[in-house]
């Protein structure tokens, strides 16, 4: 069953807390994109990758960080940085090659919650 | 596609009428765009895609419609069902020759029966 799988589905962050949430893809694709939506809001690019070991700030890159160790894998860590991390993180992957015409496909998403 | 604050517009139609859902974009340079369907609390659906080169794309009961001139994108929904309740949004590519997408704030389609 190929996808997008994104974990936990909830997650609570205390004060000066680090947290990574989790995203992999068995789809094969190159590219990988982290994205936050808040309500009533359009989503907001945070980071993107195009290729293993490589990766580019999005819109909205302060107080997170990514790594891309592998193809599948492309977890995002939302550090004590970021002062409003309360919102819906959805993770997204394409089939990459820079054509700029390209579905991005999205995981289920994870709500993070601040205590 | 910038945000309009936290309420949404809504489309409120009976089960088995047609539904269309417009957006406006912004950039002219952009050469793609793709509709989503996003359900409460899931991720976005990927719906139907189009190129700049067309004008109009058909998918199962949905059609996309395309009007490069006043920079104006629509999504048909026939014979609209329950399941089609969702926030739909749709997104587009800026012409930068790589994948980054600039997402609409979407538009609420209520169904009732």
Known sequence: DGGITQSPKYLFRKEGQNVTLSCEQNLNHDAMYWYRQDPGQGLRLIYYSQIVNDFQKGDIAEGYSVSREKKESFPLTVTSAQKNPTAFYLCASSIGGGSGQETQYFGPGTRLLVL | ?113
């Open chain 2, 1 to 113: 596609g910038e945000s309009v604050g936290l309420h949404l517009p809504t489309l409120s139609v009976q089960e088995g009428d047609n539904s269309i859902i417009n957006c406006a974009y912004s950039n002219s340079a952009s050469d793609y765009f793709i509709w989503y369907k996003q359900e409460s609390g899931k991720g976005p659906q990927f719906i139907i895609d189009i190129r700049s080169n067309m004008d109009k794309r058909q998918g199962q009961r949905v059609t996309v419609l395309l009007n490069k001139t006043v920079k104006h994108l629509s999504l048909q929904i026939a014979a609209t069902q329950p399941g089609d309740s969702a926030v739909y949004f749709c997104a587009e590519n800026g012409g930068t020759g790589f994948q980054k997408l600039v997402f609409g704030t979407g538009t609420r389609l209520l169904v009732s029966p």
